[in-house]
């Protein structure tokens, strides 16, 4: 049974419900095997982070963010 990747090479506005539909396509094919490709990730919205992280993790607190003397990061 051949594995299915995934590659995500950004986390862009949309990435989460494209990461849904791919998701789908493997269930369907009865695929058990499945490869998560970040290595050329730029990096992108938290918010698709943690959308996308939580398809595949316990719903439990994903990424906490905190803030140095007031101010967001840069």
Avoid at 18 to 39: H, N, P
Avoid at 45 to 64: P, S, T, W
């Amino acid at each position: 049974d051949e594995p299915s990747l995934l590659t995500i090479d950004r986390f862009n506005d949309d990435v989460c419900n494209q990461t849904k539909k791919a998701l789908k396509e493997v269930i369907e094919a009865q695929v058990s095997k499945l490869i998560i490709d970040l290595k050329d990730n730029r990096g992108g919205l938290v918010e698709q982070v943690v959308c996308v992280a939580g398809l595949f993790l316990d719903k439990k607190k994903i990424v906490e963010l905190k803030y140095f003397k007031n101010k967001q990061p840069k």
